[in-house]
């Protein structure tokens, strides 16, 4: 067991030594200092959370040194430090309720040691019962955590993790007034985000999109149309994973995934109420209230509600949005705890647009208004969800635990909008298609794991076993179109969205399919030494894929059986001190897709492999974090659409032979000094056909993504006040239909200001130089969508 101790400034240090090796970050130091007398004052200002990282913070504040074992710490949490206070007071505030005491050495220095059983003190209200309190990141004021579970289901760390991770937290939701996975996308370091309407959002990293997200460790199929997105209140953190994530979902592409952990009840009461306001009358209502239910603590409960009520900068756009979500967890007994919960998401969007905008024939941008609307006013795009889950888990008495998990989710659209197409492709006058549609898509999802620890050849190593099943059903329509009428000519610098009169649907379409997913899993952390963990996995799937599409006069049908696919996981991290690692890992990857050929049969499955080799530091126990990652991903038989389908095929592609990704991911993440809070992230990602195709493959995702977020509160008089910012700068993207955009950058600014300890009052300033620019580009006809015009919003936080 290791002893270390902590002076001015050294993890600091270190973490500069790393991020000037990067060749990216900016040098950040803070001069040693000797030691003061114990009976002189500080003001300081420590904000909650990890116990090892604010003891850190004190130590270089207070100038003194002191010594303790990581393990005291580990996974500890405290509510912080604000106000003028000697050292001996300092630190028995930061420890109040650890079972820690600070001792003063004969020569000055402290050292860490238990407080005698008669003197400890329970913990307060950090408690949030369920989950390891390096994990929740909900009150502890940070940008990371010190413990995650989604890229192998072990809980580690995110040096002990070999893949690129990010976590939002509670608190940079906050700071950057996140509402939704939209923005979610728009800050996380190596994520973009297209759309081919307004309310159809699809996720990319390393250029394939995120087909699969998880909640609570459960996979999710995301589905663009009918999945609301606007649930960020009832979520403590989303945990992020670049690059395949198959061990834990199966079948999937391997760009990576979006963990979303919900808020869980707490022992002590509190309550919150935020009140928003913004540009184009953009209101917003949130309260969360929690607390225990009876008189021991054994039963708790929380519930939140959001609701919100915005126009768009678009003409006549609009949304009304709704989130009611539950929870409550019953301690059967002081081993076994049982959570039932339940939560209903509704998106009303008069006005949304089924296709965005379109461009001149020749795909270069229309010379129009970020105001301009390119739908009838009769549109409309409206989203709802439903939901239920339970989770038992139980603890045995040798630190193994069983966990059972189980989700519904039922997602219903009801949309009527239009779309363009061109007649004479030449031609700056537009068609006009109409549609109306309804979908239902419903998920059901059970998992059970256990997991613990064993002994082997003198070692202690982590093991996890489990089982999941997988079932998603659509049910779609009927739904139908007014299609292809060539009398409906519209011109496009010019387009009167009160002029088009609404045609009688021919509702002539349906469909239906549904997958069946059965797997096992298996994955083992090896302690080979202590310096050194190998982890390996593997993954069986059964899946089964069938689906029916009628259209008019044509019925097609579509399906597809796989029996016992196999998902192995390798990863290997090498500790080369205290706080740097490097790493490797490899895995597999299989995805079943639901594109056709000309003929509309379907195309063959994704295959692949993807490898990541890099280096990460972790600093102040676990608040900074900072990552180097080289990856490399091959594909074979991924889709490119055809520009003509056989008759009835409504879209087609054709397997594109083998693609190859390679690129680079760079991030820092956490707490760099006293009340200062960041995240920086480059990344690059190039893709290529190498097999069966030319040049670029997927050249509508940026090869280059900068993004940095920061907040810093002030010292002294000014420690009611904290201020910030991001930066986010993308390089050019271009289309096979001939649009093309060059590289862009979007500045934001926030402050915030404490008026007490119970309210705080934040202005957030988006898009500072009103840069107009595309959110996502496509191809002449639409699915060209503007970027957000400078806009503000205000809001007031109180809590008790």
């Known amino acids: 067991m290791s002893r270390f101790t902590l002076n001015a400034a050294r993890p600091l240090a270190h973490a500069v030594h790393l991020a000037v090796a990067l060749g990216v970050f900016s040098a950040l130091s803070l001069a040693p200092t000797h030691a003061l007398a114990q009976n002189q004052t500080h003001t300081y200002q420590i904000n909650a959370g990890s116990l090892g990282a604010a003891l ?30 000697s050292t001996d007071e300092g630190l028995a505030r930061l420890l109040a309720g650890s079972g820690l005491q600070a001792q003063r050495q004969a020569n000055g220095a402290y050292v860490l040691v238990p407080v005698p059983k008669s003197d400890e003190l329970q913990l307060g209200a950090t408690t949030i019962s369920g989950q390891a309190l390096g994990s929740v990141s909900e009150n502890t004021g940070s940008y990371t955590t010190s413990s995650m579970s989604t890229a192998t289901k072990l809980a580690a760390s995110m040096r002990e993790t070999p893949q690129s991770v990010t976590v939002i937290t509670r608190q940079r939701m906050d700071d950057q007034n996140m509402q939704s996975l939209e ?52 979520f403590d953190r989303v945990e992020v994973v670049r690059g395949a994530s198959g061990l834990m979902l199966g079948a999937g592409n391997p760009s990576g995934t979006l963990n979303l ?13 935020t009140l928003g306001a913004g540009s184009w009358d953009n209101y917003r209502t949130e309260i969360d209230a929690s607390s225990a239910l009876n008189s021991s603590g054994s039963i708790r409960g929380r519930v939140v509600g959001a609701f919100q009520d915005k126009d768009s900068f678009t003409d006549g756009y609009s949304s009304k949005r709704q989130l009611l979500y539950g929870i409550t967890e019953f301690d059967l007994s002081e081993a076994t ?62 630190d193994w635990k069983l ?41 059901k999802s059970v998992d059970g794991y256990v997991s613990g620890p064993f002994t082997l050849l003198g070692a202690t190593h982590e093991l996890v076993l489990g089982g999941s099943y997988r079932n998603d059903k659509t049910d779609d329509g009927p739904g139908g179109g007014f299609l292809n009428d060539p009398n409906i000519v519209l011109d496009p610098s010019n387009f009167d969205y009160h002029g088009v009169e609404k045609p009688a649907i021919n509702y002539n379409w349906s ?101 990541e080799i890099g280096i990460k530091g972790e600093y102040f126990d676990g608040a900074l974090n900072a990552s180097l990652a080289y990856f490399q991903l091959n594909q074979e038989n991924l889709a490119q659409g055809l520009d003509a389908c ?43 056909n190498v097999k069966g195709g030319s040049g670029r493959f997927d050249s509508d995702t940026p090869y ?69 620019y595309y959110q996502s580009i496509s191809n002449p006809a639409g699915a060209n969508i503007f970027g957000d015009p400078r806009n503000v919003a205000v809001t007031m936080k109180w809590s008790m």
């Open 704 to 772: 280059n993504l900068l993004k940095l977020s920061t907040t810093y509160q002030l010292p002294g008089d000014l420690e009611k006040w904290s201020i910030g910012g991001s930066f986010r700068s993308q390089s050019s993207t271009y289309t096979t239909y001939g649009v093309s955009q060059g590289g862009y950058s979007i500045v934001d600014l926030m402050t915030g200001y404490n008026v007490n300890k119970k309210l705080k009052v934040q202005a957030n300033l988006n898009n500072v130089f009103d840069k107009h």
């Open 403 to 443: 966990r059972l998990n189980t989700t519904w989710l039922r997602g219903d659209l009801d949309m009527l909008g239009t779309s363009f197409y061109r007649l004479d492709p030449s031609a700056d006058q537009l068609n006009l298609n109409v549609g109306r549609y309804t979908y239902q898509h419903t998920q």
């Open 337 to 398: 705890t049982l959570t039932l919960g339940a939560y209903y998401n509704r998106e009303d969007n008069p006005g949304a647009d089924w296709s965005g905008i379109p461009t001149r024939a020749d795909g270069t941008f229309l010379p129009i208004s970020r105001s301009t609307r390119m739908s009838p006013n009769w549109t409309y795009w409206n989203k709802k969800n439903t939901s239920a889950f339970a989770e038992i888990e139980h603890r045995f008495d040798n």
């Open 261 to 273: 952990i919900r808020k869980r009840p707490t022992v002590e009461p509190q309550v919150s109420v």
């Open 646 to 688: 056989a008759e009835g095929v409504a879209s087609c592609s054709v397997a594109s032979g083998e693609v190859e990704t390679k690129g680079v991911d760079l991030e820092l993440q956490g707490m760099l000094a006293l009340g200062w809070q960041a995240s920086a992230g480059y990344t690059y990602a190039g893709a290529k």
């Open 183 to 234: 923005d979610i996308s728009t800050y996380t370091p190596g994520l973009t985000m297209r759309k081919t309407g307004g309310e159809r959002p699809e996720f990319y990293s390393r250029g394939s999109a995120i087909d699969n997200i998880m909640i609570d460790g459960l996979p999710v199929a995301y589905d663009s149309d009918t999945l609301g997105t606007s649930t960020l209140a009832m």
């Open 511 to 611: 469909r239906k399919g549904k997958v069946d997913q059965y797997s096992t899993y298996a994955t083992v952390r090896f302690h080979l030494r202590d310096d050194l963990k190998l982890i390996l996995g593997s993954r069986l799937d059964w899946y089964e894929y069938e689906q029916n599409t009628i259209s008019g006069d044509y019925t097609f049908g579509a399906d597809y059986k796989a029996t016992r696919e196999y998902t192995p996981y390798a990863g290997l991290i090498y500790d080369i001190n205290d706080t740097y690692s490097v790493y490797t890992s490899w895995t597999r990857i299989f995805q079943p897709q639901a594109n056709v050929d000309f003929q509309g049969s379907l195309l063959p499955p994704v295959t692949g492999t993807n490898r």
């Open 56 to 85: 850190s913070l004190f130590a270089t504040a207070a100038n003194v040194t002191l010594s303790f074992n990581a393990e005291q710490t580990q996974g500890m949490t405290t509510p912080g430090l604000s106000g003028t206070y």
